[in-house]
């Protein structure tokens, strides 16, 4: 019976081999499992890093485009105020030719009559060529 005794040794060995290669997978696994852990805080920890840049940005963005829109803003209310100026001068021109225009016709007028005798102290349109200065209130040159 010594062949039981032999391959009970053999088989102690064999199931202390197994035992062992079992210890080291288990060995191996953990630092494996460790170092996913490792890798998987450090990829979150870039993550995090990136998105608080990210925010930072995204806040600056914001900032810049609140500027603009103010800018954007207050150019639109000067153009509103420059159209109507524009516009209030343009309608005075055209009332300041229209008085020209009146003047030139009423002296083209005068210069009619004038051809025929008719006095010139009577006609009112002779007055415009008295050297009268032009009077204008201030306000009439406020925009």
């Known amino acids: 019976m010594a062949s039981p005794s032999g391959t009970s040794s053999g088989s102690e ?3 202390q ?3 062992q290669r079992k210890r080291k997978r288990m060995i191996s696994n953990r630092e494996s499992a460790r170092r996913s ?4 805080q450090t990829h979150l920890n870039e993550l995090m890093v990136q998105v608080n840049q990210l925010k930072d940005q995204n806040k600056q963005i914001a900032t810049n485009i609140n500027m603009v829109t103010q800018i954007y803003l207050n150019v639109e209310a000067d153009n509103s105020v420059l159209r109507a100026q524009m516009a209030e001068l343009s309608h005075r021109l ?5 008085i020209i225009n009146c003047i030139n016709s009423a002296n083209s007028a ?3 009559t004038e051809v025929i005798g008719e006095d010139d102290f009577l006609n009112p349109w002779n007055l ?3 050297n009268q200065p032009i009077m204008a209130s201030a306000d009439a040159f406020m925009y």
């Open 13 to 15: 060995d064999l199931q």
């Open 128 to 130: 415009l060529h008295v």
């Open 94 to 98: 055209q009332s300041l030719n229209e």
């Open 110 to 112: 005068i210069d009619e």
């Open 37 to 40: 852990r490792m890798k998987k």
């Open 17 to 19: 081999l197994m035992d």
